[in-house]
């Protein structure tokens, strides 16, 4: 099977191969038949890598211990559940996910647009073809997954081993998170492959209009929604199994996922710009090119080992690879846009400074900012190096200390932006749309500050989280008004009804309301408790209102590892509330150890409880308990999130023109001539 | 016999108050060494985390790894000697170096990431305000508003259904969601 998979994957590249330099062909050519195999071709290598993805699955499954990459990540008791997870779980493995994922998209875009726009497809093709290359080619040729085991012989020749069993998956790896997280983030970073393709094929093609535009916002859509549950994925997995208490450490990994993300999000708002007013049509190609590029950067810097991070287990020497196809990808997007960079020209005029588009300008500034901040930060202790010889650290203080302020004006804006009007807003308008969001807004920052909100970050985000909440029921509010005074429904059928006939809207808001309940999880940071204790057997230590009462310690066996466990009785006010087994795992097969967090999560407060390992000159336990108020929020907070971007992806539901009957009902109007008190627009699926 | 209850009372009371006190104390101290240990750097070489907050996957412990926690101990001594915050800092730093700090210092090199972040903010927003006067000043292109607006104005100009069509049209596009 190694044999086979191997096979397919040299296959796939030269299939890829044609589909680029047959694609460029069909291009100057514009025969017909050449962009009808160069399509295939593309197709053919989507399945290719399917194959031999599947191959690599098959080996883990049937303990192949021959295969370099089974034997370094697998074990035969390692669970079915967890040898899936075994595929990306090193370099070599990840790199064929990542063309695995890709391949989806790439096969589902040629698919979908196979008979439909014939000027802009044979780009896309090419462009498509041209990134699965240069992934083929470090999976063939660099990292390749099916390595096999062997040794010299005496002739000088090598034989063929095969080990009797695996080293394991690392230890941290082993937890369901893992197996969801990797696939959400790869499924993030290569799905913004599908609008830097119609973007630079539109500029290369110089495609009229908007319509790649209207093309690539659901897949644009689909990649940042796989990208946000990726990051809460990972910060979950983060919070649940390292056991330092937190969840976001802006380590140089998690740095990398943040940064497309801004810049995703930022393209998602300015787009509206130029499908509504014509503008920004410069800014837009440049977001979607350089989001794109900050996939591969992170890339780059999760693999190649320039920046120290905790993500470890993924470091190589591949970066200059992708350096290299940076530099490519860069030099393709220049020449494409200072040839065709008139094309590009804005339509229409700034109306007012109180806009829509104001704030779609000033929302883009502020996620660029912290994008570039981020960047910066990230990359500043190589840069201190080259420059002065020192590495200068630049860890989260530094990070927190820019970015909080950033993350409250983008809040700030989160309110603003949806009541101001397209091209001019009303002083009237002003006054009757922020009333109500700014008095609620104040009166919850009182409260805070009354219920003990007195960090002034922690109190501004709690008085700009309830603005935007208010502003968004209040939009919700006012249209599932008007649709109960027509049709008589109840409140929530009226707000359903409302949202399925302008998903994108509502399910912006949706989005919207997802992101404030983030921010109220975020808020809490600021509160965080934590008490670390040795513990003798029937003693307790106390953090918050909880006191943890140790019963007892025992020891589970399980088929691929032995964990030690804490019995923990927790105690509120004197009460017993429930049991926390807090557990420390132990692998033999790799000598590693791992822990497994016990948390007690309510909506006002996680009680997190980590069994800290054993101290060797007392043979005591050491607990370490923290007390996260509003944790829970981010978590609720992001599946909203991802339901609001399900919502906004679903079609509108058809509006229906159904005219009244006219006065005189000899001859029917035509709709032309009709006056408009003569024409009842009934929306609906009637 | 009344001075001995009251000497008693006394004494339960200093009893009672100490031992919580000294709790007390003794969790102060702890807070303030992960306080400091949050502005130094965790010296394990794996990562740029902090002392308070370092973990390296792969570390012995949970929490804060083996090399965090021992800087931790050293806060804490240095704390028991009766050291403020910053004599404790300036200690650990002295014995680390300047680069043990977890974020760039304010001064030499280390001032151009502070400074980094606040010129983004600056140089955008001078870009946004310029791109905004350009774009007020450029004449303004035919839409849906104003071709409506002409066709109240003049009665005389001849609205033919396709003119009416995309005035709708754009005037749909930019006033829908």
Known sequence: MDVFGSFALILAFVCALYAFGGGIAAIITRHPLLIKSARQSGMATCGLIFVSTLSLVYLFFSDNYSVAYVVSHSNRDLSTFFKVAALWSGQEGSLLFWSFLLAIYVFSVLFTYRNKNGELMPYVGVILAGVQLFFLTISNFVASPFKVLGVANAGGAFDLVARADGNGLNPVLQYPEMVIHPPNLYSG??????????????????????????????????????QSMGILLGAHWAYAVLGWGGYWGWDPVENASLLPWLTGTAFLHSVMMQEKRGMMKVWNVWLVFVTFMLCILGTLLTRSGVVSS???????SIGSWFVGFLCIVLGVCLAAYFKNKDYLKSENQLDSLVSRESSFLFNNLVLLVACVAVLSGTLFPVFSEWFTGQRISVGAPFFNKVNIPLGLLLLFLTGVGPLLAWRKTSTESLLRNFKWPGILGLLGGVMGFVFGFREMFSLICLILCVFVASTIVQEFYRGARVVRIRSGASWLASCVDLTLRNTRRYGGYIVHFGMVMIFIGLSGQAFNKEVEKELPIGSTARVGNYDLLLQSMDQKQEKNYVADRMIVEVLKHDKPVMMLYPERRNFPTNQESGTMVAIY?????????????????????????????????????????????????????AAVVVLSKAESPAHAPEVGRMHPAQVTLREGND | MEKRKAKFGLLALAVALTAPGAQRLLADQNDRAHQIGAKLKCMCGGCDQSAAKCYHVGGTYSGPCDTAKGMLKEIDAHIAQDKNDEQTLQAMIAEYGPLAYVEPPKSGFGLVAWLMPILYLLGGTGLVIVIMKRWRKRPAAVSGASMAAAGAGHASVNVTPELLARARELARRETED
């Not at chain 1, 970073?189 to 319509?211: C, D, M, N, S, V």
């Not at chain 1, 690539?216 to 940042?224: C, L, N, S, Y």
């Open chain 1, 310 to 316: 905790v993500h470890a287990f993924a470091q190589s």
């Open chain 1, 189 to 226: 970073y290569t799905g913004f492959t599908i609008p830097f393709a119609f973007a630079l094929a539109a500029l290369l093609a110089r495609y009229p209009g908007e319509k790649w535009i209207h093309l690539t916002r659901k897949w644009t859509m689909i990649a940042w929604c796989f």
């Open chain 1, 601 to 653: 999560s309510t909506l006002r407060e996680d009680l997190y409880v980590v069994y800290a390992g054993m101290n060797p000159q007392t043979g005591l336990p050491t607990i370490h308990a923290f007390i996260n108020p509003l944790v829970k929020w981010v978590w609720w907070g992001g599946m909203v999130v991802v339901m609001g971007t399900i919502v906004a992806l679903l079609p509108n539901r």
